[in-house]
């Protein structure tokens, strides 16, 4: 039997009292828009009840229930899932509810309209503050600086499960979500760009807001310009 056309991955960490609202909304969309799908969760070393709720909220949909024995960040979780996933197409969403499953119609409508390999998506609002923006203005100029794109990318995208090499992909952290756009982008893979909308998380704190996180993104791209030379030379060695 072929596998689904989609995968989505949804990857958590900490998310008890979120979760399983957050897939019970998911299921409910899918089974109406995208009735082939499966999920695919990621728990990312959650010390609370989040993979207990995560079970009772998907048993009986077509999923995977995959878990990592500590911590080891978003990027990790998307590479765990990207692995596991049996969709051409994959997707993901964040366990906080701030991104509605039809934002999923959203990238697919504009994948098969204008025929792109990947769909990225920048929100329509989000209010981070001042500092965000000013550091999220930053982080593109120096994107387009290093390594020559000028990236369009907040949150969530669909691409060929094909395009992604999670072994290529070093980074387990958020970093993950600039250096494969970067990748995709210097590579000339056709993409769209779509506008979403962003909620208010259904509860809780945000885990991925952190300035340490967002200063450690500048070393990042150095990083990831020296090992793109390195792997440009190797293939023309």
């Known amino acids: 039997m072929s596998g689904p056309e989609l995968s989505v ?29 499966e999920i695919v969760f990621v728990d990312d070393g959650s010390s609370d009840d989040t993979s207990t709720e995560a079970s009772k909220a998907l048993a009986g949909a077509p999923h ?14 998307l590479k765990t899932g990207v692995r596991s996933a049996k969709g051409t197409w994959v997707t993901f969403l964040p366990a906080d509810g701030q991104i509605a499953p039809d934002a999923i119609g959203t990238l697919r409508d504009a994948a098969a309209r204008d025929r792109s390999e990947v769909v990225f998506s920048i929100y329509d609002h989000r209010d981070d503050g001042l500092h965000r923006k000013v550091l999220s203005a930053g982080v593109r100029a120096l994107i387009l600086l290093v390594h020559g794109v000028r990236m369009q990318s907040d949150g969530p995208y669909l691409f060929l ?24 982008l210097g590579a000339g893979v056709p993409t769209t760009v779509v506008t979403i909308a962003c909620r208010p998380r259904r509860s809780g704190q945000s885990k991925s807001t952190g300035l340490k996180r967002i200063y450690g993104v500048a070393q990042d791209l150095l990083e990831l310009r020296v090992r793109r030379v390195k792997e440009s030379r190797r293939r023309t060695a």
């Open 9 to 37: 991955i949804i990857f958590a960490f900490n998310e008890q009292d979120n979760i399983a609202p957050v897939l019970l909304e998911l299921r409910q969309w899918l089974s109406k828009h995208e009735p082939s799908a």
């Open 64 to 77: 995977q229930l995959l878990r990592h024995d500590r911590n080891r960040g978003i990027g990790a979780a």
């Open 161 to 184: 499960r094909s395009l992604f090499d999670a072994d290529q992909l070093v980074p387990d952290t958020f970093f993950l979500n600039f250096e494969f756009p970067i990748r995709i």
